[in-house]
């Protein structure tokens, strides 16, 4: 079975500091892999996705394969950025949605 | 462009008792998947809807149902409530015939069980 992994529930830096939350998962096919991104009183939404190799907002996320995982990084944090942050995997049949725990970034001014 | 809209935004019901949330898809979607969110958790797949059938199930039991319509609009159902049911459902639209195809989700309804 698919299990995506976030280890840091809590994540603080300093704006202008690089970032990078952790994204580990298991799955035995081949993988899709999002993340998502929730800002304070908004709804869920899609941040980027590794298929498509572009860089959202300024962050960026590669897959390793070798390592099963999929980090987000962003060289600058901003105070904007603040967020919980979702890693999920894509998969079965109906292409449904196998989510992280979730990381809350604080970007502290 | 109509985002996916989610009814009620809040609800609070007693164990036992039987629940209905609703979600409109956004404009042009064909399909509707349904997640629960507990408190400090990331979504979990219940089930997803295509074309007015069920077309994938998470590891949820029998007495959480759905339902999509002509207008692939959809509810979810939940029967027997337990007070671990306290959850926030969201529900995500997508179009199915898109193989990229990215979920727009909803802003949730949030669900007590007391």
């Known amino acids: 079975a698919q299990r995506v992994t976030q280890p840091e529930k809590l994540l603080s830096v300093f704006k202008g500091a690089p970032v990078e939350l952790k994204c580990n998962y298991s799955y035995s096919g081949s993988p899709e892999l999002f993340w998502y991104v929730q800002y304070s009183r908004q709804r869920l939404q899609l941040l980027l996705r590794h298929i498509s190799r572009e860089s959202i907002k300024g962050f960026t996320a590669d897959l390793n394969k070798g390592e099963t995982s999929f980090h987000l990084k962003k060289p600058f944090a901003q105070e904007e950025d603040s967020a919980m942050y979702y890693c999920?995997?894509?998969?079965?049949?109906?292409?449904?949605?196998?989510f992280g725990s979730g990381t809350q970034l604080t970007v502290l001014p | 462009e109509t985002g996916v809209t989610q009814s009620p935004t809040h609800l609070i019901k007693t164990r036992g008792q039987q629940v209905t949330l609703r979600c409109s898809s956004q404009?042009?979607?064909?399909?509707v998947s349904w997640y629960q969110q507990a408190l400090g958790q990331g979504p979990q797949f219940i089930f997803q809807y295509y074309r007015e059938e069920e077309n994938g199930r998470g590891n949820f039991p029998p007495r959480f149902s759905g339902l999509q319509f002509p207008n692939y609009s959809s509810e979810l159902n939940v029967n027997a409530l337990e007070l671990d049911d306290s959850a926030l459902y969201l529900c995500?639209?997508?179009?199915?015939?898109?193989?990229?195809?990215?979920?727009?989700f909803g802003p949730g309804t949030r669900l007590l069980v007391l």
């Open positions: 999920a995997l894509r998969s079965g049949s109906a292409r449904q949605l196998t």
């Open positions: 404009s042009g979607h064909n399909t």
């Open positions: 995500a639209s997508s179009l199915a015939a898109r193989a990229q195809e990215t979920q727009y």
